[in-house]
Nanobody, 120 residues
């Protein structure tokens, strides 16, 4: 099985920055993709950004130009650099990892989430 440990959340003023980390460990033979999602109070979880095994990145329109996703394959760790934070970025940020399985299937794992609070 795969275990995910997230760190980096906290309280920051508008315009500030935070860097989230998600470290994956366990029975990992191949990670197909890693991504970040967030859920604000009273809202459903939404997609933030992702990175593929080949290094291709993508992010939601709401965070383009401000957030950057990256990965350190040597330690199976994913990062989310968040700059120019806005109050509307306040949410619980969760790490999602897609692991390759037999027969072309995939297993999906989620982290426990880390709180990001941006004050105005």
């Amino acid at each position: 099985q795969v275990q995910l440990v997230e760190t980096g959340g906290g309280l920051v003023q508008a315009g500030g920055s935070l860097r989230l980390s998600c470290a994956a460990s366990g029975s990992i033979f191949s990670i197909n993709a890693m991504g970040w999602y967030r859920q604000a109070p009273g809202k459903q979880r939404e997609y933030v950004a992702s990175i593929s095994l080949g290094g291709s990145t993508h992010c939601a329109e709401s965070v383009k130009g401000r957030f950057t996703i990256s990965r350190d394959g040597a330690v199976n760790t994913m990062y989310l650099q968040m700059n120019s934070l806005k109050p509307e970025d306040t949410a619980v940020y969760s790490c999602r990892v897609v692991v390759a399985a037999l027969g072309g299937y995939e297993d999906v794992y989620w982290g426990q989430g880390t709180q990001v609070t941006v004050s105005s």
